[in-house]
């Protein structure tokens, strides 16, 4: 009977240990089904912002996408201009030298007519100034003499 009695508190103690490694697997059991609501809750939560956020990437690759495209067209319509600049300047520049060789042409053209106007006009001028000066003189000898004769009367 010592042994059924002993038997039977081992029984117990076992019991009572079984109970309550029970009791602390249940607790730990509900800690870990609350901790993973609470995991599962978040996990929700940042599925719906990683999908606000791809959503965004994908409208702002789409917006990239436009950008890219204009700036293609930009660039060729920059390439077209720079092109037409390069044709105009090609342009000016054979004109300039055009001009350049023209106005050479010119200014050797005139230097006979610059050499004979100089030759005349220091050929010219003594006696063009001399008969000026003697006109003056006349006249103010015609002037002088037409003073005297008619202020004496």
């Known amino acids: 009977m010592i042994v059924a009695l002993f038997a039977l508190i081992m029984f117990i103690v076992l019991a009572f240990f079984a109970i309550s490694a029970l009791s602390t697997v249940k607790g730990f059991i509900d800690k870990a089904q609350s901790s993973l609501s609470t995991l599962t809750e978040e996990f929700k939560s940042l599925k719906g912002r990683v999908m606000i956020t791809l959503d965004e990437i994908t409208y702002m690759k789409s917006k990239i996408s436009m950008l890219m495209d204009e700036v293609?067209?930009?660039?060729?319509?920059?390439?077209?201009?720079?092109?037409?600049?390069?044709?105009l300047t090609d342009s000016l520049e054979d004109s300039v030298s055009n001009i350049s060789r023209k106005t050479d042409i010119l200014f050797r053209m005139l230097e006979p007519v610059e050499t004979l106007t100089n030759l005349i006009k220091t050929r010219v001028t003594p006696p063009i100034a001399s008969t000026l000066s003697l006109v003056s003189a006349a006249g103010k000898a015609v002037s002088t003499f037409s003073g005297k004769l008619f202020h004496k009367k």
């Open 72 to 87: 293609t067209d930009l660039k060729a319509n920059l390439s077209n201009s720079l092109r037409g600049v390069d044709e």
